[in-house]
């Protein structure tokens, strides 16, 4: 069994969040530079085997799409030429950001560290991922 890799897709970097080998607990991996995202889960692939791929769905609170689905879009369609065979999950995203900074409160981070948008960006991948398990699991 691979992995399960998440993707928070944003206009300047992205956050990657990765299952473990047996696909029980999503963990935030890193966050990349946008421009630098396709190299990095090329290699990544070439390290670990990964089953599929979730990206974060952008949606409104009306459950419309959002402006952001106008790079998400082109971007999955990229990811799916690049990897044929697996499959590209999308997840509503919708508050991952606001879960993400509640959970850097929670967990006694200092403001200065609550203030970086890297790790934000992580933690929201690493929810997306964890949100589309649990959907799998209730499946």
Request: charged residues 25%; proline residues 3%.
């Amino acid at each position: 069994m691979g992995r399960l890799l998440a993707i928070d897709y944003g206009q300047k970097r992205c956050g990657i969040a990765v299952t473990d080998a047996l696909q029980i607990i999503a963990t935030g991996l890193k966050t990349v530079p946008t421009t630098e995202l396709m190299d990095f889960l090329k290699q990544y692939a070439q390290k670990e085997q990964v089953d599929a791929f979730v990206i974060g769905h952008a949606k409104h609170l009306n459950a419309t799409d959002s402006e952001s689905m106008q790079y998400i879009k082109p971007f999955a369609q990229k990811l799916a030429k690049e990897f044929p065979k697996k499959p590209i999950e999308m997840v509503d995203e919708r508050f991952t950001s606001k879960i993400a900074f509640q959970t850097m409160i929670d967990g006694g981070l200092k403001k200065k560290q609550r203030q970086d948008k890297a790790l934000i960006d992580t933690i929201s991948a690493t929810i997306i991922l964890q949100s589309y398990m649990e959907q799998k699991q209730q499946k």
